[in-house]
Nanobody
Framework: QVQLVESGGGSVQPGGSLRLGCAAS????????MGWYRQAPGKQREPVAG???????YYTDSVKGRFTISKDSAENTAYLQMNSLKPDDTAVYYC?????????????????WGQGTQVTVSS
């Protein structure tokens, strides 16, 4: 199985920056993709940014040009650099990982979630 440890988050003023980290460990064949979702109070969880291990990236429109997702393949870790933060970015951010594990001699891809970390942008 896969365990995820999230880091970063916190409170910052508008225009500030934060960096989130997500480290995957455990028994898996491969990490295929990592990314972040966020959920603001009273709203549905939404995808923010994603990265597959081939290098393709995804960003939701509202964070393009401000957020950058990157990875350290050797450490099975992804990072989300968040710049020019806005109050609308306030939410709990969840790391999400797609990993392949062995299941009865066959590979199966599963989704795993981190515990979530609070990001608050306020003056």
């Amino acid at each position: 199985q896969v365990q995820l440890v999230e880091s970063g988050g916190g409170s910052v003023q508008p225009g500030g920056s934060l960096r989130l980290g997500c480290a995957a460990s455990g028994s898996f064949f491969s990490i295929n993709a990592m990314g972040w979702y966020r959920q603001a109070p009273g709203k549905q969880r939404e995808p923010v940014a994603g990265l597959n291990w081939g290098g393709s990236t995804y960003y939701t429109d509202s964070v393009k040009g401000r957020f950058t997702i990157s990875k350290d393949s050797a450490e099975n870790t992804a990072y989300l650099q968040m710049n020019s933060l806005k109050p609308d970015d306030t939410a709990v951010y969840y790391c999400s990982v797609k990993a392949s594990i062995w299941d009865a001699a066959a590979l199966r891809e599963n989704d795993y979630w981190g515990q979530g970390t609070q990001v608050t942008v306020s003056s």
